[in-house]
């Protein structure tokens, strides 16, 4: 295990950054949504790279193929009951600016995002505390994935009040959850963290990051901008992120 201050540092980078899409959603009138779609893509292509090729890779060779792959299937399942018990609204900002009860609607949101944002900070806890080199990628592509995440809260409750330091405190608060999820993961499986348990983690985490990339990223992204340019972000984040491994 690395320095704990270290992955909670990267966990809560990667939370907070909900501030991030709130503060673009001010600061800019006309932004350019295909570039936030060309982001999503390359954070997807990080993390959907990293969890076959380091976290399930890392997991078979210590593990075994059938225990590493049951505890990435493992990782799937959970993260699929969450997302069913408490689904993740995703609000085109573009054009649900117009509807009716944003506030509730933005409101929603956050709670929806906090909830999922759980166990979104453990993973990049637990991928932190086996190795920084795999942590910081995984932040960053997290970062990326929680800018449009602020920006869904932010827009609708400003358009329903007015009142742009309630809208970014929301957005900012939904995101305070992954390092609270980090903290609380953290202390379940300090005592009882063993190389098996490390290894099995990874592979959990891998199983959750694909299923984010596959039910969140890729297809907010496409609807941000053309179909090709999340496609192109894929493979732009998986090349980078082989290379930056091939210098590790």
Known sequence: MNEPWMA??????????????SAIAYGIRKPKFSYLSVLLG???GVMIYISFVELLGSAIEEMGFLEANLAFFAGVVVIFAVDRIIPHIHIDVRKDTERGDLKYAGM???VGIAIHNFPEGMAVLAVSL???????????AIAIHNIPEGISVSV??????????KAFLYSFL????????AAIGYLILLPFITPFLLSSTLAFVGGI??????DELIPVANRYGEQHLCI?????????MMVSLCGL
């Open 8 to 21: 909670f540092l990267l966990t809560a980078f990667a939370g907070l950054s909900t501030g991030i899409g």
């Open 156 to 165: 609708p409750i400003f358009y329903a009040t007015g009142d742009r330091r």
């Open 209 to 214: 990051m694909v299923f984010i990339c596959f």
């Open 174 to 181: 939904s995101g305070v959850s992954e390092p609270v999820g």
């Open 232 to 240: 192109y972000g894929i493979f732009l984040g998986m090349f980078v």
């Open 130 to 140: 086996a190795s920084p080199d795999f942590g910081v990628p995984i932040a960053i």
């Open 42 to 44: 390359f954070a997807a």
């Open 108 to 110: 929603m949101t956050a």
